[in-house]
């Protein structure tokens, strides 16, 4: 079962546009860990923000913000102002059960592509 | 500045013809992960050492195998690369502490398989 859902397959959009990356996952734990990466078609993943899941403190990083939900096992990020350099894949990520080594479930990503 | 680093970026071998990509790291972190990444999907995970101990992913194919001769390198030995195999290898480390820790990625080796 997939236990990361980001629906959106592909966004376009022109510079200075805002746009919301959509992440729904699924867990039974009660504490876990959830992950945005970005992917420049350089192929590198970048990591972009952790968040356990005993923090649902929203998140502001220059452009950058996330809205984390519990109540709806939701964890978007949405890009203000959105530049060329911005266009990439970003994958939302899942780890379960610290206790253990916690493997990662990612999302399938979804394919930014921002246009001047 | 390099933390995680791959070699070589791309690599083209032969069907059949073994092929090793390495990784180090310069993070002094205790687990190393291998992942392999097909066109338009997510990393797949073949394998990682916590230490020295090596967990292998039940559906990771025999073919990969993987070494881990100190705590900076770590290798993936592909020994009869198929056309299948063709891929970007992914490789990642992070610290485990009991927490679960953020996973550093490497720039990825692309594989093309002739």
């Known amino acids: 079962a997939q236990k990361v859902t980001q629906a959106q397959t592909e966004i376009s959009v022109v510079e200075k546009e805002d746009v919301t990356l959509d992440c729904v996952y699924e867990?039974?734990?009660?504490?876990?860990?959830l992950f945005w990466y970005k992917q420049p078609p350089s192929g590198e993943l970048v990591f972009l923000i952790r968040?356990?899941?005993?923090?649902?403190q929203n998140e502001i990083s220059g452009r950058y913000s996330w809205n984390f939900q519990k109540s709806t096992s939701s964890f978007n990020f949405t890009i203000t102002a959105s530049q060329v350099v911005d266009s990439a894949v970003y994958f939302c990520a899942l780890s379960e059960n610290p206790d253990s080594w916690g493997k990662f479930q990612f999302g399938a990503g979804t394919q930014v592509v921002v246009t001047p | 500045d390099a933390m995680v680093i791959q070699n070589p970026r791309y690599q083209v071998t032969q069907f059949g013809k073994p092929v090793t990509l390495s990784c180090s790291q310069t993070l002094n972190h205790n687990v190393m992960y291998w992942y392999q990444q097909k066109s338009s999907q997510a990393p797949k995970l073949l394998f990682h050492y916590y230490d020295k101990d090596f967990n292998n992913e039940a559906d990771t194919p025999d073919n990969f195998q993987s070494r881990r001769p100190n705590t900076s390198f770590c290798f993936l030995d592909i020994r009869s690369p198929g056309l299948g195999d063709a891929a970007m290898y992914l490789c990642?480390?992070?610290?485990?502490?009991?927490?679960?820790?953020?996973?550093?990625f490497g720039p990825g080796t692309r594989l093309l398989v002739l």
């Open positions: 990642a480390t992070s610290r485990r502490t009991g927490a679960q820790e953020t996973q550093y």
């Open positions: 867990t039974r734990d009660t504490t876990y860990y």
């Open positions: 968040r356990n899941s005993f923090d649902e």
